[in-house]
């Protein structure tokens, strides 16, 4: 295979400045929904908040690829005296929980760096956090090129794992009939 560059989009998060306001997550939701800027649900946030005010635990974590299975990592970390499972910092949409999931289909969702902005604008996220906590950052990297599997691919696997592939069939069948 062949190395090609490619630009690495990602978002530095300092959990220090973090007040845990969610205004990352409100204009997100508000971003991804259909149409767009309709309507506020959390739940399709592409960033979610992972709070525990009592423990003054304020840390936003943006999703990344869906894997078929849960990790078996459950250790916990101990910084500046609070205290983090695993889990707050896995960006992977897992069989384990519900982050980064679509509500109504179940289907695993991917932050998308707010693709659809003009080109060469921050996520909203970034742009929208008051404290400066998250930072969108660019770089350019080798990489190996390979093929990689597109969303439909990714979304009848998701819902194969879901509902069994006899009744993906089935379904494909009478809607092909229709």
Known sequence: MAKV?????????DV???NGCRACEVICSAFHANPKYSSNNPARSRIRMVRDPLRDVYLPVYAGEYTKAECAGRDKYVMDGKEYTECDFCRASCPSRDFFKEPDSGLPIKCDM?????PGEKPLCVQWCLNNALTYEEREEE??????PGDV????ESMINK?????I????ERLAHK
Not at 5 to 13: A, C, G, H, L, M
Not at 114 to 118: K, R
Not at 153 to 156: A, F, K, P, R, V
Request: net charge negative; glycine share 8%; proline share 0%.
């Open 5 to 13: 560059k490619k630009v690495i989009k990602t978002i530095k998060i």
């Open 16 to 18: 220090d400045k973090c």
């Open 114 to 118: 707010c693709e659809d902005n003009e």
């Open 143 to 148: 990489v190996e090129e390979g093929e990689k």
């Open 153 to 156: 691919e990714t979304g009848l």
């Open 163 to 167: 509902y069994g592939l006899e009744k």
């Open 169 to 172: 069939k089935d379904t494909v």
